[in-house]
């Protein structure tokens, strides 16, 4: 019995509003990443040029359309102009019919291969060539924004577990350089999830869609469609074959489009890949050498996380073998794609390998936040993201 006017108290509702105290902190502390991540980008605008910062354009016109002239626009240091350049004058014209922008490109075949960002640019800027610029610039964070989102389909920042993976991915190392200098990485990892989110809830032919349209944005997204259920019986490898057909299909018809204006010369841009293993051995040869001459607490001991940290999460996706898992799936292809790639690639002062790699990072980090043991989890956690530590000097989220 209990004394009058009182109740019997519940043992579970201390420790649940431990939980829900909790799950309110760590839901605030995402935000306030998000609004700092907002204000980092803020820092790129320029009344004069808008965010064409983020967009690597450098100074002179050795590179630069007509198109690109007429606007005004934030120039880097040579050393300093990136990739994103090429896209985003490739946006002016994305179906390929004005020579002088052609004529600004480095290798105008191979940009005009990956045209989806050019195009969702053009459509984005209404066809106006200054806002086409902005459009091209920003697109990048918009997709930020939505992987934020949809990312909570997976790991929800609701726990300090579940906040330190989410925070992980947003701030990977090769997510913010994607962001900086508006590249094609994360608006295609950002297709890649949502492929992987459509085959996970059974819509294989609408999943099988979004890796084709991702392929026109990276030939490499295509692998993907490695998120495609295993088929367990005829008709379901069925579904699998159409669905690879569906996937192939965008790349084909585009190929062909290109085939017709570039002829011989669509495929005669450089490889990005070599013999297996040659790339890799190189970049860690050129970053261990630099280490022992300058010591490790310097720029090439950054360099060297990077490295590390893509090296773990591939030992993990072995670790785990978890073939049934969409994820492990795509994230392994990637994992095998690594040691095929280039050196150029691979040299962390390009900051390529974490972007190209970006799929792999998310991939090991969604199936590590179900890690059952606490204490392995955070181990795997600190070792398979010593990318944060170079992330910092790309974006940094504080003046």
């Not at 109740?7 to 935000?31: G, I, K, Y």
């Not at 990136?82 to 019919?97: E, H, M, V």
């Not at 579904?239 to 062909?256: E, F, G, K, N, T």
Request: hydrophobic share 50%.
């Amino acid at each position: 019995m209990t004394r009058t006017g009182t109740l019997p108290t519940d043992p579970e509702q201390p420790a649940s509003r431990r939980r829900l105290a909790t799950a309110r902190v760590c839901t605030s502390l995402a935000f306030v990443l998000i609004i700092l991540f907002l204000a980092s980008v803020a820092r790129f605008y320029h009344p004069d040029t808008g965010f064409t910062a983020l967009i690597g354009f450098p100074a002179g016109d050795h590179f630069e359309s007509p198109a690109l002239h007429a606007i005004p626009h934030y120039e880097h240091p040579i050393w300093a102009s990136y990739d994103g350049q090429f896209y985003a004058q490739r946006a002016f014209d994305p179906l390929l019919r004005d020579p002088s922008i052609d004529h600004a490109m480095d290798s105008a075949p191979f940009r005009a291969r990956r045209v989806l960002f050019s195009w969702t640019a053009y459509l984005l800027g209404l066809g106006r060539p200054a806002w086409i610029l902005e459009a091209y610039a920003l697109q990048n964070v918009i997709c930020w924004l939505i992987l934020a989102a949809l990312l909570t389909v997976w790991i929800a920042p609701t726990s300090p577990r579940g906040l330190a993976v989410w925070t992980a991915c947003l701030f990977s190392h090769g997510l913010l350089w994607s962001v900086r200098f508006a590249l094609l990485d994360g608006p295609s990892l950002v297709l890649i999830a949502l492929a992987v989110a459509t085959a996970e809830r059974g819509r294989s032919l609408l999943s099988a869609g979004i890796v084709g349209v991702a392929g026109l944005g990276r030939e490499t997204n295509v692998l993907a469609v490695l998120a495609q259920p295993i088929p367990r019986d005829r008709r379901a490898l069925q579904r699998v074959v159409v669905s690879l057909v569906v996937a192939a299909l965008p790349i084909v018809i585009w190929y062909d489009y290109l085939r017709s204006i570039y002829r011989s010369t669509l495929m005669t841009s450089v490889s990005s890949f070599v013999v297996t293993g040659s790339g890799l051995v190189s970049g860690w040869q050129q970053v261990l050498s630099g280490v022992g001459q300058v010591g490790l607490f310097t720029g090439h001991g950054l360099f060297l996380c990077l490295l590390a940290s893509l090296a773990v999460q591939a030992v993990y996706l072995a670790v785990r073998h978890e073939f049934g898992q969409p994820w492990w799936r795509v994230a392994a292809a990637y994992a095998v794609m690594m040691a095929f790639l280039h050196p150029t690639l691979v040299d962390p002062l390009t900051g390529a390998i974490t972007r190209v790699m970006l799929p792999l990072t998310v991939g090991f980090n969604i199936l590590l936040a179900s890690e059952p043991r606490p204490i392995r989890f955070w181990l795997w956690f600190a070792a398979g993201n010593l990318h944060l530590m170079g992330a910092s000097r790309v974006m940094p989220l504080f003046p």
